[in-house]
């Protein structure tokens, strides 16, 4: 989890971190699930240890009536955060360079490959879209298996073309 | 130059792209041509052997006669009456039995100079004029007879020779013969117990035939008994009926006048019937003509919007494209005008060859302009009214819409939606492929109830020249002349409500292709489809023959009395039983002609329409 | 083809359709063997051309084979009359078209009405069967609409509820979201989702990724043979995250 993502949420208001854990959960819907409590407040931790964030105490001392807030600096970090452009990297390298060293080596047909790795990727678009089926229309968590879906469909279009490419011509076709 | 090759280019190769519409749409204006033709022609076919007729006899511009010698002096007075400019005769008249190889006829033997008479010299065709013991025949009765020039026949038992043909406008040709003998003449078929009735002597449709006065009088013992017809030139010919008004058959022994213009309408009166005929026909068939290019033209509609849109997206301007679509139609007109004026010409002289009586009535009917203009413009009016609807549609409408081209979508009829649910599956089919486009089933009920109208009225018309064939004063001749009038109409209104009947289903078959298979891809099977395709215009049929023999053909029937003045009362109706055989003759025709497109439509794969 | 022959409701051997002739010879399908059993959604996919709108015609009657048999619910369908396979067609199989092939001038009760009108139910109960599973299909209120009035993922609802309107033993659809946009789609995906759990056999012909996926099986077929064959049940649930960016 990006340090980043965790400060911007508390950038609203100061929060408990159980109220954190909630606020992501809506966010993510069943993606929210799999998240490890513990690594939320690993990042808090980390977050408070680089001043980006002051925690208040509330009433007894247990980790959960702690109170986080934004520094200044931290603050600061949020808003270049907001302001950046950066944004994942496909990885198409690699399964493209897998397929010519494939073939040329002779260790795999390319399209069994492609094959196998269309069927890999039609069992996460299935996943994503039963998962995005199942959300209530216009939640924020089915706009981002929404993404997931349409990026899934993307990569197996590409796989499309790779098996175009890699089709040995046949005969009257 | 080269817009014009343009247009003409264009206009060509869409006809030629739609090679069995542009054929059928041919075949429908050239039928209504043909038909307009053949009526105009035989107008005038009918006025003018007359009128040349009486120009070459010299006709008389009124006839006179008397009963018998006594009556004479009458005559004469009437000749030096006012208003007279010249006269023949008064010749004698005896009415006799005339028998030529093995047939006998009464005719009225008339007695003339062999000199040229002023008035009334009758125009030899064949042979000579009259001479003692030579007979001259009356060319319509010579024909009706059978007797040529050299023949030898009787007159009472005395033999006499046919010398010579000749033509009068002085009488009517036979069997329009007026009576001029004091014992009476009567015309029409008469049955035996009705003969026994009559006075004896009465003339049976007699025939007219000139001898010498001589001969004449050696036919009675009797010279008393003749009698004599005189025919009279008139100062001013126009008022031969005010003539006649004039002077009024004041009792038993005043002379019995007859002006030329009563000759006239007698002599014509069969060429005007049949003209009535063809005239009549020629309605229905524009009639049926406008059915069938109304479909062929609203089928085209859809593919011509789409079109237009093309022209216009490449540059083509409205008038430009109203240009292309007025040359295509015209095209078409053109061509059906030339063949229906070359057709209808050929064609209408086997309708008036029996006018022999007349001169110059055997001769072809003159083609003037006036006909040849008529039927061009009627021809070219049918390809304006044709385009002008898309051609305004192409101008008004917008490039993009007309490229987009949805094709006219099919109508809603709700309630005969909800009726067809009830029924069995290819009535239910079959009423909503009839409820997609009412105005076509308008139109087939309507060429359907047409077509039957014209049946019936030839049905009645059938029945009266066969069972009464000299009731109108129609001889075989003439029968057959308006049979063959009635034949070449029937023909040409079956071929035509087949072609209509054709191209109304072939477009609903078309129209159907996606509907069809969709049914099919839903469980009908071919058998429903075709069966549902074929009664879409079957029922159509059966309410337009039921309309169409009643009250269409009665209502036809009625207005032809109207307009000919003839009394309806002379005539037979068809029985209820050839109605019936009319009206299921007629959608068994149309089913047969419907079934080869409509199973064609229901046999095709369904994957190929889908 | 892990289901065993006499469960399955629809079967193919051998499958071929071959088009034109001497050199001109396409092979549109190309010796397909398939089973598909009861409740199960298959899809069928590939490239454009490849031959599998002509297999989802040979396999519902619409087309006649070439060669090899169709065996549905026991019955070979591949040697039967026009007429057996009209009955059969409306009886046994819906259809559902990429472009809905509704009747334009027939509101969406009637259009849903129609197939079981024409497989000779009563009227009345033709009547309550459309207006059942236009409800259904979630289109109740529009029961009176024509097509033109329609949305494209109403249009194709309504073609599916006409495809349900006989219990059919399969449902074959020909690109069902061909011509919806996304949100479209989604509609139509739900649908065949809620048919999939409701137990109706479903073979789903698509190039589209998206209700491929939703198919218990996944067949990729190039130049009228299939090619590959995937299994997608018993999901990789938990590994969402990774997708998203949540796990490293």
Not at chain 2, 287 to 310: C, I, K, N, Y
Not at chain 2, 437 to 457: D, F, H, M, Q
């Amino acid at each position: 989890m990006q340090q980043e993502v965790v400060l911007a949420m508390l950038a609203k208001e100061p929060s408990h971190g159980y109220q954190l854990r909630a606020r992501l959960r809506d966010a993510l819907g069943p993606l929210g699930d799999a998240m490890n409590a513990g690594q939320v407040y690993v990042t808090l931790a980390r977050l408070e240890r680089a001043g980006l964030l002051a925690v208040s105490e509330e009433g007894a001392d247990r980790s959960d009536r702690k109170v986080y807030a934004l520094t200044p600096k931290g603050q600061q970090r949020v808003a270049e955060w907001i302001a950046e452009v950066a944004w994942p990297r496909p990885d198409l390298a690699e399964f493209h360079l897998k397929l010519i060293a494939a073939a040329a080596a002779g260790l795999a047909d390319p399209l069994t490959i492609v094959d196998t790795q269309r069927r890999e990727l039609l069992r996460r678009l299935r996943d994503a879209q039963r998962a995005a089926m199942a959300e209530p229309d216009r939640s924020d968590a089915a706009l981002l298996l929404e993404g997931i879906v349409l990026r899934l469909q993307a990569d197996l279009r590409w796989l499309e073309a790779c098996e175009k490419n890699w089709t040995p011509r046949r005969s009257g076709s | 130059m080269g817009r014009v090759l343009l247009v003409g280019r264009l206009a060509v190769r869409d006809l030629r792209r739609r090679p069995t519409e542009t054929a059928l749409l041919l075949l429908a204006i050239m039928a209504a041509t043909t038909t307009l033709t053949l009526g105009l022609v035989l107008r005038d076919a009918a006025g003018d052997p007359y009128v040349s007729t009486r120009e070459a006899t010299s006709g008389p511009d009124v006839v006179a006669g008397v009963g018998r010698l006594a009556q004479l002096p009458g005559l004469e007075d009437l000749a030096r009456g006012d208003g007279v400019a010249g006269h023949s005769g008064p010749y004698p008249v005896a009415p006799a039995k005339l028998e030529a190889s093995g047939r006998v006829s009464d005719v009225q033997a008339v007695g003339r100079d062999a000199a040229t008479a002023s008035v009334d010299q009758p125009e030899v065709t064949q042979g000579s004029w009259v001479g003692d013991g030579g007979v001259v025949v009356e060319a319509a009765f010579a024909t009706a007879l059978g007797v040529r020039v050299g023949d030898p026949v009787t007159l009472d038992g005395r033999s006499f020779r046919v010398v010579g043909v000749a033509v009068t406008a002085a009488m009517a040709p036979y069997p329009g013969t007026s009576c001029l003998v004091a014992v009476g003449c009567m015309s029409g078929a008469v049955s035996g117990d009705i003969a026994a009735g009559l006075p004896p002597g009465l003339l049976h449709n007699p025939g007219l035939v000139w001898l010498t006065q001589a001969d004449v009088r050696s036919l009675t013992s009797d010279p008393g008994s003749l009698s004599y017809v005189m025919n009279l030139k008139l100062t001013h010919p126009d008022e031969a009926r005010a003539f006649v008004g004039a002077n009024p058959p004041a009792g038993r022994d005043a002379p019995r006048l007859t002006a030329w213009q009563d000759i006239l309408e007698d002599a014509t009166e069969v060429a005007g019937d049949s003209q009535i005929l063809l005239l009549i026909g020629a309605w229905l068939l524009g009639l049926l003509a406008v059915a069938t290019l109304s479909v062929l033209v609203g089928g085209r509609m859809a593919d011509q919007t789409r079109r237009v849109g093309l022209l216009k997206a490449v540059g083509g301007t409205p008038s430009l494209v109203a240009a292309v679509l007025l040359a295509e139609y015209v095209l078409v007109a053109v061509v059906a005008a030339a063949a229906g004026l070359a057709v209808g010409s050929v064609t209408a002289p086997s309708l008036t060859e029996s006018s022999a009586g007349l001169v110059g009535g055997a001769g072809t009917p003159s083609m003037t302009v006036s006909t040849a203009g008529v039927v061009t413009a009627v021809a070219l009016a049918v390809a304006v009214v044709a385009t002008v609807v898309p051609a305004v549609r192409a101008a008004r409408s917008s490039t993009v819409k007309a490229l987009a081209d949805s094709p006219r979508p099919p109508r809603r009829v709700g309630w005969l939606i909800a009726i067809s649910a009830r029924l069995p599956v290819p009535l239910l089919l079959a009423l909503r492929v009839a409820a997609r486009r009412p105005r076509r089933v308008v139109l087939a009920v309507a060429g359907v109830a047409i077509t039957v109208s014209g049946i019936y009225v030839v049905l009645v018309l059938n029945a009266f020249l066969s069972t009464q064939p000299l009731a109108g004063g129609y001889d075989a001749a003439q029968v057959e002349l308006l049979r063959q009038v009635l034949l070449v109409w029937m023909v040409i209104l079956l071929c035509l409500a087949a072609v209509n009947a054709v191209v109304i289903t072939w477009a609903t078959v078309l129209d159907n292709r996606r509907s069809s298979a969709l049914a099919r891809a839903l469980g009908a099977t071919p058998g429903e489809v075709s069966t549902a395709l074929a009664a879409a215009q079957v029922l159509p049929a059966l309410a337009g023959a039921l309309l169409g023999a009643f009250p269409g053909g009665f209502a036809l029937f009625a207005a032809l009395n109207a307009i000919t003045g003839g009394d309806g009362d002379r005539a037979t109706l068809p029985s209820l039983w050839q109605l019936l055989t009319v009206v299921l003759a007629t959608v068994l025709v149309v089913a047969a002609l419907t079934a080869v497109p409509a199973r064609l439509g229901g046999r095709r794969p369904v994957t190929e329409a889908l | 083809m892990s289901n065993a022959a006499d469960t399955s409701v629809l079967r193919a051997r051998g499958l071929r359709k071959d088009y034109g002739r001497g050199e001109g010879l396409v092979r549109a399908v190309d010796g397909v063997d398939l089973d598909v059993g009861p409740g199960e959604t298959v899809a069928v996919m590939g490239p454009s051309g490849c031959g599998k709108s002509t297999l989802l015609h040979l396999l519902g009657g619409l087309d006649r084979p070439s060669g090899g048999e169709v065996v549905l619910n026991g019955r070979r369908i591949d040697d039967i009359g026009e007429k057996a396979l009209a009955r059969m067609r409306r009886t046994a199989v819906g259809f559902v078209f990429q472009a809905f092939h509704l009747m334009e001038e027939l509101t969406a009760l009637e259009n849903v009405e129609l197939s079981a009108l024409l497989a000779g139910r009563s009227p009345r109960a033709a009547r309550r069967r459309a207006e059942e599973l236009l409800d259904q299909v979630g289109l109740a209120g529009r029961a009176r609409f024509l097509p033109s009035a329609l949305s494209g993922g109403q249009r194709q609802r309504v073609a599916v509820a006409r495809a349900l309107s006989n219990e059919p033993l399969v449902v074959l659809a020909d690109e069902p979201t061909g011509n919806l946009d996304s949100a479209a789609t989604l509609d139509v995906l739900h649908l065949f989702e809620s048919l999939h759990e409701s137990g109706q056999t479903l073979v789903i012909v698509t190039h589209d990724t998206r209700i491929a996926a939703t198919a218990d099986r996944l067949i990729s077929m190039r130049d009228g043979a299939f090619v590959d064959e995937t299994r997608l049940t018993g999901g990789t649930t938990g590994r969402l995250g990774a997708l998203a960016g949540l796990e490293d």
